[in-house]
C-alpha cells in the first residue's frame, strides 16, 4: 500500500469538513476599458490638447482618468460616454 492509499484511508475517516475540497477557480474581474489621450482625441474628432485642457479645468474629474507609472494617462470609458454625451 502506498503513501497515497493511507493517506486517502485516513482522511475517509475523517468528517467532511477535513476532507479534501475541489477549489473552484475564481472568475478574474473583468479589464477595465481604458484610452490613451490620442485615442480619445481621435474618437471625438479635437485636438489632443483639448483633451489635455479638460483634464486642466475638471471637465473631466479626477475620478474619470489616472495616469501610469511613467506619467502617461489613461482615461476610463465612462469619461468617454461622459463626454460624447456633453458634445
Known amino acids: 500500500m502506498s503513501w497515497i492509499e493511507k493517506t486517502d484511508n485516513w482522511l475517509e475517516g475523517l468528517g467532511e469538513s477535513r476532507r479534501r475540497r475541489q ?39 479626477p475620478e474619470d482618468y489616472f495616469r501610469l507609472p ?3 494617462l489613461r482615461i476610463r470609458h465612462s469619461a468617454l460616454m461622459k463626454l460624447m454625451n456633453q458634445i
Open 23 to 61: 477549489l473552484k477557480p475564481k472568475k478574474a474581474p473583468e479589464p477595465e476599458v481604458v484610452y490613451t489621450v490620442k485615442e480619445i482625441a481621435n474618437i471625438l474628432k479635437v485636438n489632443r490638447n483639448t483633451v489635455f485642457k479638460w483634464i486642466e479645468t475638471d471637465v473631466l474629474g
Open 70 to 72: 511613467g506619467g502617461y
